[in-house]
């Protein structure tokens, strides 16, 4: 059956976002129980769920996770698509970035920006990996790595070293396997370096990189940290995800660390404009002043 409701993936958005109904209902003008019945008639459509209620909070399921990733993307581009042919994004930066970067770095900085440049636009771009760069039209990416992107080059941004981490379920599983053999037999989510972080982390504790054929990819930033706290493998994390680590839903697995890692800025071939400079200025005066 072909699918129809397109026009409720914008209300499926803001509520993947926020994980609120009433969050999401604020943000588009709306009541809560036309949010919530907007999502009911698009999971009827669907087939499966795309939330669940955990300790009454909402969670995207697997097939959500999945169904928001590529919605995002799409609905971006179309956005942008349109923008470019009326002719008025001209004027606006257009920046990618890691979701969990934007979320846990840089959204609560973001007033300062606009109150020191009231008269630039802003757009957001969820990214995933430095190969977007071919299909999405940005004037810089913010991703995670240890550096040294073939062709483009990048700036460390923000050092934040990386260590395993899982959730305490897990946790316990590698404390009975052992921390070598818990690398090699439980799935190590990847990032947006690739395998690069992993190889970079068994290299610093002197192990072989022989992961488990088991794999989960979840490029999506935001949804594999909440992968890990769900318990489906261990991922490199950084003090970014201090909260989870404070309130013990996840764990560090060892004090070895990825030192050289961070988020770097990943420049494009493009000329940049007085608008991209004046981000990336600010960018770098936020890192000095955090």
């Given amino acids: 059956m072909r699918f129809r409701s397109y026009d409720s993936l914008k209300t499926f958005d803001a509520v993947a976002r926020s994980l609120s109904m009433t969050k ?20 009827a459509e669907l087939g499966f769920r795309l939330f669940e209620r955990a300790h009454a909070k909402l969670v995207l399921t697997e097939e959500g996770r999945r169904l928001w990733h590529v919605s995002q993307t799409a609905l971006s581009q179309i956005d942008r698509e349109i923008e470019d042919l009326r002719g008025t994004a001209s004027g606006a930066v257009t920046v990618g970035a890691l979701t969990y970067f934007s979320s846990r770095w840089l959204s609560p900085r973001l007033t300062r920006f606009f109150e020191a440049n ?13 190969e977007m760069l071919r299909s999405v039209k ?9 550096g040294g992107w073939e062709d483009h080059k990048s700036e460390l941004l923000l050092s934040l070293p990386a260590v395993p981490t899982a959730n305490r379920a897990v946790a316990e599983r590698v404390t009975q396997l052992g921390l070598p053999e818990a690398v ?28 488990s054929r088991s794999s989960l990819t979840i490029p999506d930033s935001n ?9 489906q493998g261990i991922a490199l994390w950084d003090d970014l995800i201090t909260p989870e680590f404070d309130d013990g839903t996840l764990v560090r697995l060892s004090d070895v660390r990825v030192e050289n890692a961070g988020y770097f800025v990943i420049f494009t071939d493009r000329p940049m404009s007085q608008g991209a400079e004046a981000f990336l200025n600010w960018l770098r005066a936020e890192n000095d002043r955090s």
């Fill in 138 to 146: 940005v004037d810089m990416a913010i991703l995670w790595g240890i």
């Fill in 223 to 231: 949804s594999r940290v909440q992968a890990v706290v769900d318990g």
């Fill in 184 to 211: 090699r037999q439980l799935p190590l989510l990847g990032d947006s370096s690739g395998d690069a972080g992993w190889r970079a982390w068994h290299k610093a504790a002197g192990l072989a990189y022989a992961p």
């Fill in 24 to 43: 999401a209902a604020d943000e588009m003008h709306q009541s809560k129980g036309s949010i919530s019945y907007q999502i009911n008639k698009l999971e």
């Fill in 118 to 130: 009231p008269g630039i636009s802003l757009r957001i771009e969820p990214f995933n990996s430095v």
